[in-house]
């Protein structure tokens, strides 16, 4: 089945360029020009992934982002962004959005990205093979593979696709200390082009979901210097 991204940005000769591209490469376009338009048609189409410009006229992309997060939706976000000040990037992600992409960008770049983001969700989507029923329980959280699932004291945490897969990968080795870079590796899939400052932000927002206080964690723990870990305790 054709995976379906929806494009927004108001420069209609990049929005063209993409929509070329995507097709070509056989996924299924929407497009749209404005903040306004783009939250309207992904509420209504619900697409596969959204390439969601930072400055868009009646509703900037950081808004869009804001409020579909608020609303519950996890589709995968890739900002697109001129601007060259790094605050803005990570506030992109500190807002939810999955990664970004600084204009002018390759569109080979531009479709690995999307091609990796596609792929974490159908194999979330995926039919398990087995039903193992398989977790894992430590203290008074839960992470049950089968549902994609984290439970704290019996309530959904309702994470992002990307805090799941974070807190799985490190909840399966307790104890193992992962770099950054290799948990952009395995979790993000970029072994290339990922920026490790989205390793930190997506660590931070799991533990303010995750933490009694986020700033004395006592699950997903930090080796300084090394990189970030489970607890075994």
Not at 101 to 128: C, D, G, H, W, Y
Not at 130 to 139: H, L, P
């Amino acid at each position: 089945m054709s995976r379906t991204v929806l494009i927004v940005d108001d420069e209609k000769s990049i929005v063209d360029i993409l929509k070329f591209n995507l097709e070509k490469a056989e996924y299924n376009t929407i497009c749209a020009y404005d903040g306004q338009e783009g939250l309207k048609l992904a509420r209504e189409n619900s697409p596969d992934l959204i390439l969601l410009d930072v400055m868009l006229p009646y509703m900037d992309g950081f808004d869009v982002c804001k409020t579909l997060r608020s609303e519950g939706s996890n589709i995968p976000i890739i900002m697109i962004t001129a601007r060259e000040d790094e605050t803005d990037k990570v506030f992109g992600l500190e807002l939810g959005a999955d990664d970004y992409i600084t204009k002018p960008f390759s569109v080979r770049e531009l479709l690995a990205r999307v091609k990796t983001n596609m792929r974490r969700v159908a194999t979330l989507e995926a039919p398990q093979v087995e039903s193992s029923g398989e977790v894992i329980k430590f203290k008074d959280i839960v992470i049950d593979f089968e549902r994609h699932t984290v439970f704290k004291c019996g309530k959904d945490l309702e994470l992002t696709q990307r805090e799941y897969e974070l807190i799985k990968y490190l909840a399966s080795s307790p104890g193992k200390v992962f770099s950054r870079e290799q948990l952009m590796s395995e979790v993000w899939q970029y072994d290339y082009y990922g920026d490790l400052r989205a390793v930190d932000v997506a660590v931070r927002r799991l533990r303010e979901k995750l933490e009694g206080n986020p700033a004395e964690p006592i699950y997903v723990m930090t080796k300084r210097g090394a990189g970030y870990y489970f607890s075994e305790e």
